[in-house]
Every structure is written in C-alpha cells, then in structure tokens.
C-alpha cells in the first residue's frame, strides 16, 4: 500500500498555529480517504502473559466499523479545530497535546462538515459549541464532573473514538488476525516509532513504518490513541461490543492504546492497557477515528473457561496501570 498518496511534506513552523493551511485542503475528504473496512467478528482480547489488568483472556465480539489507516494529523486536526498545541509541529505529524474532550469535540465537528450524524452529546446537546470551554487540568472537580457526564450515540454514523475492544481487535489485524506481539510485525522496529528505535522520543510523520494487514499504520508506537472506554476491569459477560466501565467515578480514567514513540517496548504491545484522566493533553498523546457500519454476520461470543458472570468476584477491585509511562505534561 503506497501511503504517500495520503499526505504531503511536513513543514515545520513556530507558534500554536503551526503552518498556514495548504491550498484547497479538506480534513473531511482528507479522513475519509483513509477510512479502511474492519469486518466484524470475534476475538480473544487480553493477554495471559503480561500484565494483571490484561486478564483473563476473554472471547468479544465487535460489529463491523471502519477506521482510519492514519493517527489524526496536525494539518487535519488545525482545518477542523482552527488551533494546534502540538509540541513537535508537522502537517503530517500525528497531532498530540489533546485531551480526550478536544478528541471527541474533533469527531462531532467533523461529523458535521461531512454530513453526518455526531455521535457524542453533552447535557443533551450534540452541538460542541454549546459544552462551554474544555476543561484543563486546573478545571475545577465541579467542571470536571459536568464533563465526564459526555455521552456516546453509537448507531449514529459520525466520527468516534474506538472502543477498547474495536481498537485491539483492529491491531491485531481483525478477523485474518496477524498473532504478532506489536501490529504489523513481531518486530517493533519493522512497524512502529517507540524508546527502542527513537532515541530523540519525537514523533514521527504518520505511515512510515509498515502497516498491518488490515492497511493501519502506527497502531504500535507514534503517538498513544485515547478510546472511548472508562477504564476498568474487564466485565468479562459483556463480550458483545463492550464500552468499559459504566461509572466514570470508579477509576475516573479514559483507556489509551498502542503506545508513543516515548514508550518502552512492553507498551507498543497489542494488549497492553493503559489509561489516563480525560483532561490530561501530552506530548505523545493522540488518537484516531472510527464510524459505526451496519452490523456483518459474526460468529457468537463462545462461553470459555476464562468468561465469568458480572456477579463474580473480581479478586482486588480496579487493577491500576503497572507501569509509568513518561510523556505526559499538561
């Protein structure tokens, strides 16, 4: 697949305002020239090998959706949004410093300049200009609670986040899955920028490294990918397109995916979890769309000896993230 028809040259400026706009871009038709197909199906998500909070491996089920091929671009993000924080500029860099609110305020406005129906709501209202200024880290615990009550309409056919589930699903290559420990290839520095092949931990211009077999770049390393999930434990009943923890107030965490070209390579794995509060904005924090597609015939969730009932116990509550990771600064 020969990404270079996707993006041009990146030309890096100074200031918020990175780069003037290229001639006669459109973010909308730039997007959805890169949405791929991911047929739906079932899969084991988790890991048994690695970390706690990714166990037990379980059977899900996701619905057919696309997603882009790319991470979000800074010259995309700044022709909807009209800004870029980024702190390494480029056009075809992966935009970063976004919080997960500016990420789903991106997908609604998006949504509205191609014609579609936008997926999240606040307090009712679907119209992001309405939602009031996104809250900072500094925001007072009272914004921050009028904010995590933020909404998702699946069915609506906009811009979105990807679940948790449709995210690892896609990595490891949908329903032809590739078995690899990174997406893409075995080897971390075939198909993604992290720690071990980066020593200057910038990021990089989107789709240099190879993609995996479902045409998705970077979905190792680059920049971390927020998702829409509250992150908790694994509800291992709901393996039919699960959405995560369902109280915001458990963990206060939204999920991010896939590691950033800041992370060792035990973070780029296909499995691993990490999470953040949804407020935060870091340098090597980014994340891409999906849209919801009409449900494709799928194999039921099969019952295993890993699934178990909500009523269960689950050994020691919230299992928090194990490691670290370096990057984060607002």
């Known amino acids: 697949m020969n990404f270079k028809k996707f993006v041009s040259a990146a030309v890096f400026l100074s200031g918020v305002f990175a780069f003037a706009q290229t001639a006669g871009f459109n973010a909308a038709d730039s997007i959805a020239s890169k949405m791929v197909s991911v047929e739906g199906g079932t899969f084991k998500m988790g890991s048994l090998d690695n970390e706690k909070n990714e166990s037990p491996v379980h059977d899900v089920k996701v619905n057919s959706f696309l997603m882009c091929a790319t991470e979000v671009t800074q010259e995309e993000y700044e022709a909807v949004m009209g800004c870029n924080y980024s702190a390494n500029k480029g056009k075809t860099l992966p935009v970063e410093e976004v919080s997960w609110y500016d990420a789903v305020i991106f997908c609604n406005k998006l949504s509205e300049m191609s014609g579609f129906e936008p997926v999240y709501s606040l307090g009712g209202s679907k119209n992001t200009d309405e939602w009031g200024e996104i809250p900072r880290m500094d925001a007072s615990e009272e914004v921050k609670a009028i904010w995590s009550s933020v909404e998702a309409d699946i069915n609506a056919d906009g811009y979105r986040l990807p679940t948790e589930a449709e995210w690892e699903y896609a990595a490891k290559g949908g329903n032809t899955p590739e078995n690899s420990v990174y997406s ?85 794995r296909n499995e691993n979890r990490a999470s953040s509060v949804p407020v935060l904005r870091g340098v090597d924090l980014g994340f891409r769309v999906v849209r919801s597609a009409p449900a494709a015939a799928a194999p039921e969730a099969e019952t295993s000896d890993s699934v178990v009932s909500d009523t269960d116990d689950v050994s020691d509550g919230i299992i928090e993230d194990v490691f670290v990771d370096d990057g984060f600064s607002k």
Not at 186 to 201: L, R
Not at 216 to 235: A, I, K, P, Q, T
């Open 184 to 268: 893409g290839s075995p080897v971390i520095t075939v198909c993604a920028w992290s720690k071990v092949n980066s020593a200057d931990g910038i990021t990089k211009e989107v789709g240099l490294k190879r993609a995996n077999v479902l045409g998705l770049f970077d979905m190792s390393g680059n920049v971390w990918e927020w998702c829409y999930d509250w992150y908790g434990n694994y509800r291992y009943a709901a393996n039919d397109n699960p959405l995560g923890e369902s109280d915001s107030t458990v963990t206060g965490k939204k999920i991010r995916r896939g590691g950033s070209v800041k992370s060792d390579a035990v973070f780029c």
